[in-house]
T-cell receptor
């Protein structure tokens, strides 16, 4: 069965620090990969997605993610975080159907 | 920018009661979904809906659950006889195509007492 693992449950950073959030998935077939973000009090929003092509994808607000097929990973990165990046980040995958399988989420706190 | 909306934002109900959660998907979207998130747990897929039919449902989506698109705009999730373990945040989502980006609503927080 498909599953998604996010190993960082809670990350605390100072502003301007670099961010990398891990995401691994298990599925043997072709996958589509997503990172969603949920800012405090708001709904899930798409940060970026990978369907095919260049494995390095760029999303909104300076985020990027790299699909490494051999490692079944899709880690999220940002070179310099801001206080406004404080949120919960969810990695998700779809396989042979369109249902999203989510990871447990990573809570990011950025301090000024 | 078009958004998915959900009502109510919060609902408190007694065990055994029926609840209907409402969603208005983005107007040109054809694919509709319900997910839920029990406090402290993952967001879980419940059901997908296309062309007035359920496309896929999870093990969670048992006979107590049903979905409906009663008119051209609303998409509802009904829980016939709520249980304590149904307490969760319920998210509706919609997309233009089956492999397209799913846009989420703000959720309905359901508390079953």
């Amino acid at each position: 069965a498909q599953s998604v693992s996010q190993h960082n449950h809670h990350v605390i950073l100072s502003e301007a620090a670099s961010l990398e959030l891990g995401c691994n998935y298990s599925y043997g077939g072709t996958v589509n990969l997503f990172w969603y973000v949920q800012y405090p009090g708001q709904h899930l929003q798409l940060l970026l997605k990978y369907f095919s092509g260049d494995p390095l994808v760029k999303g909104i607000k300076g985020f990027e993610a790299e699909f490494i097929k051999s490692k079944f990973s899709f880690n999220l990165r940002k070179p310099s975080v801001q206080w406004s990046d404080t949120a919960e980040y969810f990695c998700a995958v779809t396989g042979n159907t369109d249902k999203l399988i989510f990871g447990t989420g990573t809570r990011l706190q950025v301090f000024p | 920018e078009p958004e998915v909306t959900q009502t109510p934002s919060h609902q408190v109900t007694q065990m055994g009661q029926e609840v209907i959660l409402r969603c208005v998907p983005i107007s040109n979207h054809l694919y509709f979904y319900w997910y839920r998130q029990i406090l402290g747990q993952k967001v879980e897929f419940l059901v997908s809906f296309y062309n007035n039919e359920i496309s896929e449902k999870s093990e969670i989506f048992d006979d107590q659950f049903s979905v409906e698109r009663p008119d051209g705009s609303n998409f509802t999730l009904k829980i016939r006889s709520t249980k304590l373990e149904d307490s969760a945040m319920y998210f509706c989502a919609s997309s233009e195509s089956s492999s397209g980006t799913q846009y989420f609503g703000p959720g309905t927080r359901l508390l079953v007492l």
